[in-house]
Structure formats: structure tokens, C-alpha cells
């Protein structure tokens, strides 16, 4: 048996038929909804993350496989394989980081963008050129939208920025609320490495950005300045 096969076999084995049923309706994969036909075996992440040290040493083109796998957890192990083996293995971090931007379709929903995409997008753009992550934060597709500004985590732990506050800029007036946390969620990690610089940017912003956006970026404030900000009054 390949190591492949050895890999969807015990992830069969911690199939949870409750939990997949709870996580289906969490990750909204009813119709219409943006995870729309999406499968869950009912796995956890401790687990998911176990499976994945597990069979880290599959090839490229098993991780590929899983990958493009209906089920949500087959995804997201791929990807977990994807952050381990980038992390362990500088030598083969451009060729993790090319494979990543050539799979961004498979990378469809939003816990599997916020584990991996600043773990290797993000680490992988620290000091070059982000030309891709202004392509991908115009891009029609939500998540590749989503990669685009958690990939900017690793620039704010360095104490940068403006990567995060460009990206944040272009999706201001994007529509959906996922995109709305995302933005909120990365201007408040700028507040707790430096509260003036995020107020600068809310200051100048904070009228016309979604309400979502604005209660997440302003989460960490006092309730007297949260409220000032919900009401207007900055």
C-alpha cells in the first residue's frame, strides 16, 4: 500500500460522523453558501496536524492529490504537509511557495488559508518583491482575496506595515464578510504592535470601511474609544 493510500485509510479511521455534521454547518457548505458541497469527515485539527507529521516525506504529487480532494480534511493535511515541510526544509521553500500560488483553487475555504498562507506566502515575500499579493487581493476569487492579506501576518510581526495597509486599502469596499474579518483581524495585529499607526489608517477610514471590519480592527480598544468609533465621533 502506498503511503498515499496508507494516509486516506487512517484518516477513514478518525472519521467522526457527528462532528463532520456540525463542521458542514459551521463552514457553510450548504447551497449557495461559500463552502458550498464541501465534505468533512468530522476530523480535528490536533488530529489533522498528527496525520500530517505523520506522512510529511509523500511526494509533491500525493500532496497534489490530496489537495484537489473533495474532503475538506484531505485539503487541509496537504497543506499542513505543505507548512511543515517549507518550515523543516529551506532548500525547497520557493518550489513549496510556486506550488502554493499554482493551487490557490484548491485552497478554498477560510481555515485553510489562515493556516498555511502566511506560514509560506507571507514568509516566503519577507523582504521581496509582493507584486503577487496586490494581484491576488484584486483577484475575483474570495479566498485568493483572503491569502492576499493574512499572507501580510508575517510582515506585521516584523514590524512592517505598510504591506498590510495597501492590501487592506484595495479591499476596503469588498463585499464579503469573510474578506471584512480578514482586513479587520490583520489591523488589529498592527494595533498591538503599534496602536498610532492602525488609528491612522482608521482615522482616515474607518466612516467607509464595513461595520464587521471596523469591530474587528477596533477589538483591543477601550469601550469608551469603541464606542466613539462605532458612533462616529473620532
Not at 509523500?58 to 485539503?75: A, G, P, T
Not at 469573510?178 to 495585529?189: D, F, N, P, S, T
Not at 498591538?192 to 480592527?217: G, V
Amino acid at each position: 500500500m502506498s503511503l498515499l493510500s496508507e494516509l486516506k485509510k487512517e484518516l477513514r479511521g478518525l472519521t467522526n460522523h457527528t462532528k463532520a455534521r456540525l463542521l458542514a454547518r459551521y463552514f457553510k457548505t450548504g447551497k449557495g453558501e461559500y463552502g458550498e458541497g464541501d465534505i468533512f469527515l468530522g476530523i480535528t485539527v490536533p488530529e489533522s496536524r498528527k496525520v500530517a507529521i505523520k506522512y510529511r516525506h509523500i511526494s509533491l504529487k500525493d500532496v497534489e492529490s490530496l489537495l484537489r480532494s473533495k474532503i475538506h480534511e484531505e485539503r487541509l493535511i496537504a497543506l499542513l504537509i505543505l507548512v511543515h515541510n517549507y518550515e523543516k526544509n529551506p532548500q525547497k521553500r520557493r518550489e513549496i511557495f510556486n506550488f502554493y500560488l499554482k493551487n490557490t483553487k484548491y485552497i478554498n475555504n477560510w481555515d485553510l488559508v489562515d493556516l498555511s498562507s502566511h506560514e509560506i506566502v507571507g514568509n516566503y515575500l519577507l523582504g521581496k518583491n509582493i507584486d503577487v499579493l496586490y494581484k491576488l487581493a484584486k483577484s475575483q476569487n474570495i479566498w485568493e482575496k483572503r491569502i492576499a492579506v493574512i499572507s501580510t501576518f508575517p510582515f506585521i510581526r516584523n514590524n512592517k506595515f505598510n504591506e498590510s495597509l495597501e492590501i487592506s486599502k484595495i479591499l476596503l469596499k469588498d463585499k464579503h464578510d469573510l474578506i471584512h474579518k480578514a482586513v479587520g483581524w490583520m489591523l488589529r495585529e498592527i494595533g498591538k504592535k503599534n496602536q498610532k499607526i492602525e488609528e491612522d489608517f482608521l482615522k482616515k477610514h474607518y466612516k467607509s470601511m464595513p461595520r464587521t471590519m471596523l469591530r474587528y480592527a477596533i477589538e483591543r480598544f477601550s469601550e469608551s474609544k469603541r464606542k466613539a468609533y462605532l458612533k462616529g465621533e473620532i
